[in-house]
């Protein structure tokens, strides 16, 4: 039950984009079609999890053992990296189809800052890892739902006639402001 | 070598100021500028990454094989990163509890590895501590200014450093909280881009 409610939270209320500022970059940069968002979506979803799960696990058997939890930052990005580089070839080589749909959106997930900002809170929060795991994946899922709703609403927004200085990058912060206005109202479910 | 210097320095302070016309580094720009301290802070911890891991990128920028210089540049960014964190944890320990995760993701800020990797990788030492040093004062002025805005209308007060605000309204003024909520940032930062658009690209 309580990982349930947290699962509920770390969706609506507490959501990585709108609510935790993380992950803005490509929140912005793959919202404009409909299609990059969705690919953006399911590798964020892909890779959240398996990071969530690897940082645990270095954080707990590693760095909590060795007396070094300095080196977190470091030996994060690190295993981020090089996880992100791995699932690349792994997924080429074996499951070519789901490599074609994520194309060039693996990559980018190195510098994606929910990825890195979930195993951070996970830490901080000191969760165990069961609740890591649920707590990476509803992240994950949330930023899904927030880019995908974010795609579809900037896709008829761009086709209004909009003032020369609002367009593009203005009035979509705008419209992700009046979105995170909406998810406010999920705060009193848990 | 002077002119250039003064190029590469002022460019960042107007023609490429970040977020605004280099529209990269947006999560720290909307989580820390509730109150001008955190924005400035925010703002001389990503300067401070900028000058130094430029300054080592170039000098190491022929010494780095090509092909694994992203994952090179990440290491030694996350090394000032490191000590950034170590610093302010001794220092300014306050600060360090408000800005939370956003000091170890400065690993991820899009603006730190765009200056590596778009200038530093290919310039003179000299030329790329100006850069960054240009970029980073550019960073801190637009989310003192972000955070001006926000903290002004959100709660009526400017607080620059310590903790104190220098300057309050009064109690006739009754807070518009939405600014310092999270739907605020959105809003003003889209609203000041669009004033930047106004005023004209360079």
Known sequence: ????????????????????FLGICPFIGTSKKMETAVGMAMAVVFVMVMAGMITWSVDTFLLKALNVEYLRTLSFILVIASLVQFVEMFLKKSIPGLYAGL???????????????????????????????????????????????????????NLGRIPKPLQDTSIGLVTAGIIALTFTSFRGMV | MAQSLAKEFTKGLWAEIPP??????????????????????MGLATTFVLVFSNLLISILRNAIPPKVRIACYIVIIAT???????????????????????????????????????????????????????????????LASLGAVRELIGAGTI????????????????????????????????????????????
Request: proline share 4%; hydrophobic share 55%; charged share 10%.
């Open chain 1, 103 to 157: 194309g060039i959106f693996l990559p980018l997930i190195t510098t994606n800052c929910a990825v890195m900002g979930t195993c951070l809170l996970n830490i901080g929060n000191e969760y165990d890892f069961i609740t890591a795991l649920v707590s990476a994946f509803s992240y994950a899922l949330g930023f899904g739902l927030a880019l995908i709703l974010f795609a579809g609403v900037r896709e008829r927004v």
């Open chain 2, 20 to 41: 605004f016309r280099l529209v990269l580094g947006l999560c720290p720009t909307l989580a820390v500028t509730k109150t001008v301290e955190n924005g400035i802070g």
């Open chain 1, 1 to 20: 039950m309580e990982l349930f409610e947290l699962a509920i939270g770390s969706i609506f209320i507490n959501n990585i984009i709108l609510a935790q």
């Open chain 2, 159 to 202: 607080t620059i450093w310590g903790g104190n605000p220098v300057f309050a309204v009064g109690d006739w003024y009754h807070p518009f909280s939405f600014m310092v909520e999270a739907p605020g940032a959105f809003v003003a930062l889209g609203l000041m881009l669009a004033c930047m658009n106004l005023i004209g690209k360079k």
């Open chain 2, 80 to 142: 000032f990163v490191t000590i950034v964190e170590l610093v302010m944890q001794a220092f300014t320990y306050p600060l360090f509890l408000t800005l939370g995760i956003f000091i170890p993701l400065i690993v991820v800020n899009c603006i730190v590895l765009g200056r590596a990797e778009a200038f530093a990788s290919k310039n003179t030492p000299v030329l790329a501590v100006a850069d960054g040093l240009g970029i980073g004062i550019g960073f801190t002025l637009s």
